[in-house]
Every structure is written in structure tokens, then in C-alpha cells.
């Protein structure tokens, strides 16, 4: 079972940042944050991984708390193809990845 | 640089009888997984190959089978299929052990209706 809390859908207005949160209460010192996201009619694309730092990529930024119980996506300026459903994963570094619900995001134009 | 590609896009298949799915990963990549997603289940790991040899198995029962060509090829085969088969099979591949730098491509998947 996914090991991680999303919500089910958020909505941004084009243009304009978005965050998307993580809830990971279990996770373990070992345990990576992966992020990855599913455009209609596309297999899931790798978004951006994190350990304990903040780390920023050319897609996004993550954060994660300090306690590492939570993080935060962050697309800096929405486009209309950033609308896809954004799934945030928890596990060891080189264990398969279990995909959760994730979190459906609208962009609005 | 090619992505995954995955053989055929679209399957229609009769209950009962079997299927062979095909993934060819990214050039270099020895590490291969195999996933189902459903509107249901959302995406539900299958298995994974490295090197030829399965590392890490889903639970699913045991009419999906797998396999790992020395090219890194991959088939996955569903014996005796039933209705609740019908979904969309993806294939990643990573350049395991570097999953961690790059992460996992994924193809665009084979769209399997059992009917």
C-alpha cells in the first residue's frame, strides 16, 4: 500500500505557482521522496527526488520538512500542460515504486 | 536518444486465452518493471528484471509472468485471461543501480481489453 497522503484534486490558475503537498508520516531515514507525474493518455514522467534537502530541477522544486513527515512540490509558474496527476512516493532507494492516488491538478487559462 | 517502447499500443483479447506484451528499454538501461494500472487499483507494480533475473515481484497471481532478454528486452505474459485483466500494462526502465540520478522512463503503455 502507498505509504503516502495527497489530496485528491487541486486546482491553479495558469501562470501562477503551485504547491502541491506530501504527507509521509512513517518514513524512515533511508526512505527517498520521488515525485512523479501522469499526463492523459501518457505513462507517469519523473518529476524530481529528494532525500533531506531541498532540491530544484529544471521542472520543480521540492521541499521537505524538516522532520521529513511532509513535503512540498512546487511548479513556479503553471502552464496548461502541467495538468496531469501528480503522485508523491515514498520508498527505500532502490526498492520498486508504489503509486498512491496522487493529486489531479487543473490548470485554469 | 529512442524512449521505452512498448509492443503493440492496443490488444483485444477473449477470456480465456493469453497474451504477450513486449517493452524495449531505453538503450543502456539493464533494469526493467513492469506495472497495471485500472481506474480501480490505480498503478499496481508487477514485477521488475535486472540483469536478466527478477528482483522484486508484485502481488499478483501467477498467471503474469515475466521475463528479461541478455538485450534487456522484456515480455510479460498473462495466461487464461479474465475480464478484470483489461487494463493499461507499463514498462519502465531505469539505469539501476543510478535510479536515484535519473529516476524511471516509462513507455507510453500497451492498452489490454479482455472481452
Known amino acids: 500500500d502507498a505509504k503516502t497522503t495527497q489530496p485528491n484534486s487541486m486546482e491553479s490558475n495558469e501562470e501562477e505557482p503551485v504547491h502541491l503537498p506530501c504527507n509521509h508520516s512513517?518514513?524512515?531515514?533511508?526512505?527517498?521522496i520521488h515525485w512523479y507525474r501522469q499526463l492523459p493518455s501518457q505513462g507517469p514522467e519523473y518529476v524530481i527526488h529528494g532525500l533531506t534537502s531541498n532540491v530544484n530541477n529544471r521542472m520543480a522544486s521540492l521541499a521537505i520538512a524538516e522532520d521529513r513527515k511532509s513535503s512540498t512540490l512546487i511548479l513556479h509558474r503553471a502552464t496548461l500542460r502541467d495538468a496531469a496527476v501528480y503522485y508523491c512516493?515514498?520508498?527505500?532507494?532502490?526498492?520498486?515504486?508504489?503509486f498512491g492516488k496522487g493529486t489531479r491538478l487543473s490548470v485554469i487559462a | 536518444k529512442a524512449g521505452v517502447t512498448q509492443t503493440p499500443r492496443y490488444l483485444i483479447k477473449t477470456r480465456g486465452q493469453q497474451v504477450t506484451l513486449s517493452c524495449s528499454p531505453i538503450s543502456g538501461h539493464r533494469s526493467v518493471s513492469w506495472y497495471q494500472q485500472t481506474p480501480g487499483q490505480g498503478l499496481q507494480f508487477l514485477f521488475e528484471?535486472?540483469?536478466?533475473?527478477?528482483?522484486n515481484k508484485g502481488n499478483f497471481p501467477g498467471r503474469f509472468s515475466g521475463r528479461q532478454f541478455s538485450n534487456s528486452r522484456s515480455e510479460m505474459n498473462v495466461s487464461t485471461l479474465e475480464l478484470g485483466d483489461s487494463a493499461l500494462y507499463l514498462c519502465a526502465s531505469s539505469s539501476m543501480p543510478r535510479l536515484l540520478v535519473y529516476g524511471y522512463t516509462f513507455g507510453s503503455g500497451t492498452r489490454l481489453t479482455v472481452v
Open positions: 512516493i515514498q520508498s527505500e532507494g532502490n526498492t520498486p515504486l508504489v
Open positions: 528484471y535486472f540483469s536478466e533475473t527478477q528482483r
Open positions: 512513517t518514513i524512515s531515514g533511508t526512505d527517498y
